[in-house]
């Protein structure tokens, strides 16, 4: 059974990892979704990659396909007095899935998330202002039960949906925390409107950030750095798993417990993992969280590169490869021709430091033209016709679309943002 305690080296990962993906695939093999799709895979011989890579492929797309019920005949197989609770799937687009874990599941997931703390170097003496959602999302329930695995104090906060952003700024001055858990453009918000009010959050005792659920670019990173003068940590899992990994201080990447879930780099069209460092699609098989929806193979949808050996230094860089996202995400628009990818424009506005906010909103003019509208707020002190002008021509330069740009007051953005899940940077209300 895993513990906090790590293995003793990638030698005994691999064990662990033989022993538990055969335990995987003999449950797989009991739900009715997975009759006659498995029966040409040999069960003797699944470390052999070209073996494994004949197991298909399982993507939320295929789940969409069944209500909750239908959901539930196709793969759970555990019976209902074992269930011990649901995760939402943490998706921003389409219909939710609910995933039921049982009570043996969640042993095995709080040892998951509690291993995020001592990862980051997170202990006893630090207390955590949690703005993750706590509800069916189990990001923000995992970490705050875990925490008490490495002795790690937790304010249960929530997100800004729960908790208005005016009264987490009032808690973190207050409360005092030395660690701020949340989604990068919830931190974001909460930058910007302690700037707007006159409150220096460089001089507050959060000194270390930990982000999950949304990608963190590079550009992301620094201007959280800069505005909350914090180290800032990126964490994974996704609830089709649970907790996965999480960087250290050398920041050179997420290592992932792998054994925990095997994973893989994958061109998706062959089935068969991409060279290490080139770009793939990263597919998860759950090792000890799968007793109630064995999932193999699933396509979690990031596209990733996957490095053996970090560049670090400890337990954590000395037993498990890193993953890296790519500078790409499978999310963008198109507009009259172009294709705009989400994760380059984010990144090319939040390099703009006079830039506090931004969405984007795409719409049809009365002349039936497509149009783009930057939603902007920025800094108090800045010139706003000069920056708004700089943007245009930003985007002009850098992505050969001419867009509006559109000024707001301050505080706009992050009052809508904070009654979403994930902030919806991007709008299409074209008709």
């Known amino acids: 059974m895993p513990s906090l305690e790590l293995p003793e080296s990638r030698a005994a990962i691999a064990e662990i990892q033989r022993v538990r993906k055969r335990v995987a695939f003999d449950r797989a093999r009991t739900l009715p979704w997975y009759a006659g799709k498995l029966d040409h895979i040999d069960a003797d011989r699944l470390d052999d990659p070209e073996v494994w890579s004949r197991i298909p492929i399982l993507d939320k797309d295929v789940l969409r396909r069944f209500d909750h019920a239908g959901f539930m005949a196709q793969f759970c197989c555990a019976a209902p007095g074992e269930i011990a609770e649901y995760w939402r799937s943490g998706g921003s687009t389409g219909n939710p899935v609910f995933y039921p874990r049982t009570h043996e599941d969640m042993r095995h997931a709080l040892i998951a998330w509690g291993r995020a703390f001592p990862c980051m170097g997170i202990g006893p003496g630090d207390l955590c202002h949690l703005a993750f959602p706590i509800g069916v999302h189990p990001a923000g329930q995992l970490l705050a039960r875990s925490a ?17 952003s005016e009264t987490q700024l009032a808690l973190i001055q207050s409360m005092r925390p030395t660690v701020f858990m949340g989604m990068s453009s919830f931190a974001l918000n909460l930058a910007n409107l302690a700037e707007a009010r006159g409150i220096d959050l460089t001089a507050s005792t959060v000194r270390k950030i930990v982000c999950s659920a949304e990608v963190l670019s590079a550009a992301k990173r620094e201007k959280l750095t800069r505005m909350w003068g914090a180290d800032v940590y990126d964490a994974f899992g996704m609830s089709e798993a649970g907790f996965m990994g999480a960087e250290t201080a050398a920041h050179d990447g997420l290592h992932i417990w792998t054994d925990l879930y095997h994973i893989e780099v994958v061109d998706v069209e062959t089935g068969r993992e991409v060279p290490e460092g080139e770009i793939g699609t990263l597919c998860v098989t759950p090792l000890w969280t799968n007793h109630a929806t064995p999932f193999l193979r699933w396509n979690s949808g990031d596209l990733v590169r996957r490095i053996e ?32 990818n989400h994760a380059e424009f984010e990144d090319m506005m939040f390099r703009q430091h006079a830039v506090s906010d931004f969405q984007v909103a795409l719409f049809t003019s009365e002349r039936g033209l497509e149009e783009m509208k930057i939603l902007t707020e920025v800094k108090t002190d800045a010139d706003a016709s000069a920056i708004c002008a700089q943007v245009t021509a930003e ?7 001419a867009a509006h740009v559109e000024l707001l007051p301050r505080g706009t953005l992050a009052a809508l943002f904070e009654k979403t899940l994930k902030a919806q940077r991007f709008r299409d209300e074209r008709i």
């Open 309 to 340: 050996r970090a560049s670090g230094s400890g337990p954590y860089a000395e037993l498990f490869p890193v993953i890296h996202h790519a500078n790409r995400t499978t999310g963008f628009f198109k507009i009259r021709g172009v294709n705009v």
């Open 395 to 401: 985007v002009k330069r850098v992505f050969e679309v």
């Open 148 to 164: 008490t695995l490495s002795g790690v104090g937790m304010v249960w906060v929530g997100a800004g949906n729960a908790c208005p």
